[in-house]
């Protein structure tokens, strides 16, 4: 192997380009669910930067790929840990919560 095939020789060729040879490609609707999101689609300083991903770039796009331009917006904490999940509890302004026995 020589050129570009040998940096290939680990990636297969899909209908979507030259993907890893052990990833596989499957329907959004097959490996995610819907989770609605209560993020503002503002940008605050005071809060993490996060990617939203949009009904309309699921039902104009056959894939979602690192290639579609998400709408940049943010979240507190919070919000965050609610979609993504957090060690601790928190109330909804990012504060840890402590529990009583």
């Known amino acids: 192997m020589t050129g ?12 979507i380009g030259w993907i890893p040879g052990y990833w596989n490609i499957s ?6 669910k819907v989770i609605v999101s209560n993020v503002d689609k ?26 579609l331009d998400f709408m940049r917006a943010s979240a507190s904490k919070a919000e965050v840990c609610a979609r993504k999940g957090c060690q601790g509890s928190l109330d909804k302004n990012g504060k840890k919560i402590i529990l009583d026995k």
């Open 4 to 15: 570009s095939n040998q940096i290939r020789h680990n990636f297969k060729e899909t209908e």
């Open 27 to 32: 329907k959004l609707s097959d490996i995610a």
């Open 42 to 67: 503002k940008v605050e300083e005071n809060e993490m930067q996060v990617l939203l991903c949009n009904y309309l770039d699921v039902y104009q796009n056959d894939y979602i790929t690192s290639d």
